[in-house]
């Protein structure tokens, strides 16, 4: 059978502190250039000393054209690496991989895009660092920009752009670069929902004319309506790989704790960590379940090495279907966005109101944000608690919600009219 | 830029070859294969021929965003090199009476400046230029090496400009042109070269050092009073020239005044300049193709 991609072996290291070797001095660094083969014997002794971590490990698998493969796992699992060695953007450590066709890679919408340039010129210079010839993207430019629904705007420098408008365009280059081979990592979570509609048209239309596509995301959903295959990394190897809903169930039961608390273990590198979480009620006392008329609180203790003024905590709430309810921030206001936080061990409480969350099992993911949107450190799914029907009048009924959120509303009722008992 | 105007184009004939004429388009049996690279691994000029087109569009765009927003666009390309002249002919060729050959001052200081001003220019952009690019790198694939390239390349542009402003220059001060003008190509060649093996070599270097970024402008600062730009090469000691020669930019601005003014060219200094540049350029190719597969882990 023919394949497009073969992997064989493939593993992938990383040196912990590796970005330590900038704080050498220039000496050394020039010392060392030009004592470049001492040098490497020096670095061989202390590599054996620093600790190192395998991002990808001995995984190994086909794809056949066509095929359209999702890649799933939790933040650091791999998924991202596979796909950058996949695209040669870092070299594996050991293992070979045989790609056969012309590769396209969407690691990020948009890449080298220039603010300053027009949507024309920025047309042209991301097809050509995305592998296009000139002549291919001036075939297909009427088509881009009819795409991107950007067409009054051609002139116009990006930076001046909505949001919208500059996801949309570059999305439009990507997806019209046809090649054998797609590598996408979770692109689809920009934009809005008629964005992210267009953009899963588009790649079920790439799959649906033979070529291969490898999917990397979050969103189980997607997934599943795209992929017809899966495979689950876990630290680094590929533990399952199949059928794409065996994939994600395995996935979600082994991606959310049902533990109503958890603790991590202590990375010292990170400036700011996520230490633990639970899930208790008002006065600290620790459920597994809970009423659905009484409020709770989710606390999030954290570690702070170093402070970036405007990071925030904030927090995801899904359901068992994987769907993201709530999300907040405990940020709300502008001074909140101001606030210092020393070195120290700190404790966020975020309280969820009673009689909003429906009966059923509900996890909670917490992160911490640097500004500039990079995750200081993220818990997806750490802990969970489940909420107990506590006597509404429906459950006497016995009819059992079929909403995600069960919200009191005020209800009125008026009588408008009289009407006689023959109309 | 005409291909961003036009529209002509033969449908049928290009969707036949669009794809096959792609820089990875090869036959379905020859497999693009990653494996981990081996040091001394040959540097593969064929991935640099197909990837040409991006090296113009990185030179085309760092042109187009250098001079989009300032005010006199293009003219600071003319002005950079005539106020410095000014500068250097008043505080050095007026007040402090520095010799040139008999030459004008003003026209000898462009003379040297037109190299020096290429040369470090290049230098600092082609020296920035993976760390400026870092979006790039550690997004999409492409050879590394089409950065600082690309970074000299954008230059040269910088330099044919005040070159024209020379010529100007030349015709005003009655300076004959002769055949020695010929060499100037082979020149150019050289300084883009030598600016070429410095800046990738520090282009690598700074993705890990940071701190080779920050002392690039004192280097540069040191490296033109170790140049003949502002004075003439004459003024240095004979005992002392051999030292001064290892500098390969003291052949090329000597060269280039030769060439400029018709003066005897001194081809021990320019040989020099050539042996050790082609030397460095080598060593920088296999430094970087060392370095390169660090960056995006690095970066």
Redesign the interface.
């Known amino acids: 059978m023919k394949l497009t991609i073969?992997v064989e072996n493939l593993s992938k290291q990383?040196h912990l502190g590796?970005?330590h070797?900038?704080l050498?001095?220039?000496r050394e660094?020039l010392a060392g250039?030009f004592s470049?083969p001492l040098r490497r014997l020096r670095d061989n002794s202390r590599t054996a000393a620093r600790e190192v971590v395998w991002a990808l490990q001995d995984v190994s698998f086909e794809v056949r054209p066509g095929e359209v493969v999702g890649i799933i796992g939790r933040n650091g699992a791999g998924k991202s690496t596979l796909l950058?060695?996949?695209?040669?953007?870092?070299?594996?450590?050991?293992?070979?991989?045989?790609?056969?066709?012309?590769?396209g890679?969407l690691?990020?919408v948009g890449?080298?895009f220039?603010p300053?340039?027009t949507g024309?010129?920025n047309i042209?210079?991301n097809g050509?660092?995305?592998?296009?010839?000139?002549?291919?993207i001036?075939?297909k430019?009427d088509e881009i920009v009819a795409f991107a629904e950007t067409e009054k705007f051609l002139d116009t420098p990006v930076k001046r752009y909505s949001s919208g408008m500059y996801m949309r365009l570059a999305f439009a280059v990507a997806a019209h670069l046809?090649p054998e081979i797609l590598l996408v990592d979770e692109v689809l979570a920009v934009g809005d929902a008629a964005f992210q509609k267009k953009c899963l048209g588009k790649m079920g239309e790439v799959a649906r004319q033979g070529r291969t596509v490898l999917f990397v995301s979050h969103n189980m959903g997607a997934v599943l309506q795209l992929c017809s295959r899966a495979m689950v990394l876990t630290g680094g190897r590929c533990v399952l790989d199949g059928d794409v809903s065996t994939a994600v169930s395995a996935y979600l039961s082994e991606a959310r704790s049902t533990d109503n608390a958890a603790t991590f273990d202590t990375e010292p590198d990170k400036d700011v960590q996520i230490i633990s979480m639970s899930v208790s009620s008002l006065d600290g006392e620790s459920l597994s379940t809970h009423p659905y008329t009484e409020p709770f609180c989710v606390r999030i203790s954290y570690r702070v090495k170093h402070w970036k003024v405007g990071s925030y905590v904030c927090v995801d709430v899904f359901n068992e279907a994987d769907m993201r309810l709530l999300w907040s921030s405990d940020v709300t206001s502008v001074d909140d966005m101001m606030v210092e936080r020393p070195a120290g061990v700190y404790e966020a409480r975020v309280i969820v109101p009673g009689m909003v969350l429906a009966p059923g099992r509900y996890y909670f993911t917490a992160a911490i944000y640097a500004p500039g949107r990079s995750a200081f450190d993220a818990r997806d799914r750490a802990v969970s608690v489940e909420i107990t029907d506590s006597g509404s009048l429906l459950s006497n009924f016995g009819i059992k919600p079929h909403a995600a959120t069960m919200i009191p509303l005020s209800w009125e009722t008026t009588k408008e009219k009289e009407v006689g008992r023959r109309a | 830029m005409d291909?961003?105007t036009?529209?002509s184009?033969d449908?049928s004939e290009?969707?036949n070859?669009?794809?096959d004429?792609?820089?990875?388009?090869r036959s379905?049996d020859k497999?693009?294969?990653?494996?981990?690279?081996q040091a001394w691994a040959a540097f593969d000029l064929r991935s640099l021929w197909t990837y040409r087109?991006?090296v113009y569009?990185l030179m085309?765009?760092d042109l187009?965003?250098r001079y989009?927003?300032t005010f006199l666009g293009m003219a600071w390309a003319i002005m950079q090199p005539l106020l410095t002249t000014l500068i250097f002919t008043i505080f050095l060729g007026k007040l402090a009476r520095v010799p040139s050959d008999d030459i004008p001052y003003p026209i000898f200081v462009y003379a040297g400046l037109l190299p020096w001003t290429f040369f470090a220019n290049a230098f600092i952009s082609s020296g920035n230029s993976v760390v400026g690019n870092a979006?790039?790198?550690?997004?999409?694939?492409?050879p590394r090496i089409i950065i600082p390239i690309s970074a000299v390349g954008g230059r040269l542009v910088d330099f044919a400009i005040s070159f024209s402003i020379f010529i100007g220059l030349m015709a005003y001060y009655g300076v004959a042109v002769t055949w020695n003008i010929l060499m100037l190509p082979a020149l150019v060649a050289l300084v883009a070269l030598f600016a070429l093996a410095v800046g990738m070599w520090t282009s690598a270097?700074n993705v890990?050092?940071?701190?080779?970024g920050v002392?690039l402008p004192v280097l540069i600062q040191f490296w033109m009073f170790a140049s003949p730009v502002v004075y003439p090469s004459s003024l240095v000691p004979p005992r002392w020239r051999w030292a001064y020669a290892i500098n390969p930019l003291t052949g090329v601005i000597d060269g280039f005044r030769s060439a400029l003014f018709g003066r005897e060219f001194n081809w021990v200094a320019l040989a020099v300049s050539t042996g050790i540049t082609l030397i460095l350029l080598a060593y920088a190719f296999y430094?970087f193709r060392r370095m390169e597969?660090d960056f995006?882990?690095?970066i």
């Open positions: 073969k990383y590796a970005s070797a900038s050498m001095t220039l660094a250039a470049a950058k060695v996949l695209s040669r953007i870092t070299e594996p450590t050991a293992g070979r991989v045989e790609l056969y066709g012309r590769i890679s690691l990020e890449t080298g220039h300053e340039l024309r010129e042209f210079l050509a660092i995305l592998g296009m010839k000139r002549r291919e001036e075939l430019f046809e | 291909f961003l036009s529209k184009a449908v290009i969707t070859t669009a794809l004429s792609h820089p990875d388009a379905p497999p693009i294969i990653i494996e981990p690279s087109e991006l569009f085309w765009r187009k965003v989009k927003q979006h790039l790198v550690s997004k999409v694939y492409f270097l890990k050092y940071r701190d080779v002392a430094a597969k995006a882990d690095l």
